[in-house]
């Protein structure tokens, strides 16, 4: 964990026995959550309390692999979906399952992404070409989307205010659905390369930051559907993007990329994370391919 000001690590979490697949923090920070994978009988999730530094709960699961874990937006429910195709949710206070869920898909399917509503009362899967919504408290199928592209679903992010669902897939393709009827409100389609969109959040009520296998990330200017910026990391694909709460900066993680000739990713070795300033949006106009100004700061 890095101090955003200082830049300087100010906790590390020492966990033994294997490696992390994924890992995801509470609203509210007090919360950390990991996917630890042994490749035998010990896999579990543990629930760390950050201030502490005490684990809280270790929860061991039969996936075979953890894709994504997620924490409710109030930091009371963890979900992990992967393979076989499954959704987990757990009680973050007394750390018991509250349920598991099939979200509607038969087997030799492959949960790629999930998500909680802000206000946690929905829960989006998505899996290639779809997305499920499920009811939060007890993992009933509720609705189908159909997606306009049969590709995987990486990602899925709400607004912070829950009226978008962004829908990031392969294909370089964004499609955002109003979170009230359900429809699809707009696509963003990454022009050229290689544009398997992986990792995002919305920047305020008007921007889209995501990431991707080129190892660009983009940010997008909802009203237009264009471009606003666009930056390069290092090395590798750009898997994760954040954004601070003010929206002034942003933060992009790699390591790996994908492989087309041996249909396997590869790592770079460059597992630094990166410190952007966005540009404020009136300085920049919709046609733009600006630059997104680096802080000089890798931590």
């Not at 087997?107 to 919504?133: C, M, N, T, W, Y």
């Amino acid at each position: 964990m890095w101090d955003a000001k200082s830049r300087q690590v100010i906790d590390q979490f020492d966990i033994p026995g294997g490696d992390f697949t994924d890992a995801d923090i509470s609203n509210d920070g007090r919360l950390v959550a990991v996917s630890v994978d042994t490749s035998q009988a010990e896999d579990r999730v543990e629930i760390w309390d950050s201030i502490k530094r005490e684990l809280l709960h270790r929860a061991p699961h039969d996936f075979d692999y953890i894709e994504q874990i997620r924490f409710s937006r109030d930091g009371a429910r963890l979900l992990a979906v992967g393979s076989p195709p499954q959704v987990v949710v757990w009680d973050t206070t007394t750390g018991k399952e509250v349920y598991r869920s099939d979200a509607g898909f038969g087997p030799g399917e492959q949960f790629k992404s999930a998500s909680f509503s802000p206000d946690g009362s929905r829960l989006a899967v998505g899996f290639v070409g779809k997305v499920h919504l499920l009811d939060a408290e007890s993992g009933r199928l509720l609705q189908e989307l159909v997606l306009p592209h049969r590709h995987n679903v990486p990602e899925l992010i709400f607004s912070e205010n829950g009226k978008r669902l962004a829908v990031l897939q392969g294909g370089g393709v964004a499609t955002l659905y109003n979170a009230v009827t359900w429809k699809i409100v707009q696509s963003l389609v990454v022009e050229s390369g290689d544009g398997t969109l992986r990792g995002g959040v919305f920047v305020g009520d008007d921007c889209l930051a995501t990431g991707s296998d080129d190892g660009r990330f983009r940010l997008w200017r909802l009203i237009s559907g264009k471009i606003l910026a666009s930056a390069v990391i290092a090395e590798g694909a750009c898997s994760n993007v954040a954004a601070s709460a003010d929206g002034k900066f942003l933060v992009t993680g790699g390591g790996w990329r994908w492989d087309n000739a041996t249909r396997e990713f590869q790592r770079t070795g460059d597992y630094d994370l990166s410190l952007w300033r966005a540009p404020a949006i009136g300085d920049v106009g919709d046609d733009s391919r600006n630059g997104i100004p680096k802080t000089d700061e890798r931590m």
